[in-house]
């Protein structure tokens, strides 16, 4: 049975069946424990654990500032998004587009004030087909 080795040596399945399950955040607690020891090569454990060291010194900053829960992984979706319709105008969209079911973004954009495709966008999306 092969053991798992540095970057380009080959891992065999029966060695990858046969490992216990271990779970992501206690595979980068591992690693970042042994990171932060002073006689540490972090490139050396990168290639080990397969990891870029840019990965690597992103989970030490975030061991540092949240602790082990700063090793969960972490949404991608953006805090803020500038060019989103605030609430208000989808509200008032929705409730003209329900005031007048037959109408579309044209006689929308009269009433309300705003850029046809993103009527069209809000009616679709949150609206539904009446």
């Known amino acids: 049975m092969n053991r798992p080795g540095l970057a380009g040596e080959s891992i065999s399945w029966e060695y990858l069946e046969s490992r216990p399950e271990v779970s992501i955040v206690s595979s980068r607690l591992e690693f970042v424990t042994l990171a932060m ?12 654990f ?7 010194y992103k989970w030490i900053k975030r061991y540092e500032s ?21 609430k208000n105008i989808e509200s008032q969209i929705l409730a003209v587009r329900d005031q ?11 009433t309300v004030l705003q850029v046809r495709p ?7 999306n949150i609206g539904g087909s009446s």
Do not use: F, M
């Not at 082990?68 to 949404?75: C, D, I, V, Y």
């Open 100 to 110: 007048h079911p037959s109408w579309g973004g044209r006689k929308i954009q009269d």
């Open 66 to 86: 949240d602790g082990p829960a700063g090793l969960e992984n972490q949404s991608r979706r953006p805090h803020y998004s500038p060019k989103h319709t605030p």
């Open 37 to 48: 020891s002073k006689s540490a090569n972090i490139r050396v454990l990168c290639k080990r």
């Open 50 to 56: 397969r990891v870029y060291p840019r990965t690597a």
């Open 118 to 124: 993103t009527i069209y966008t809000i009616i679709l």
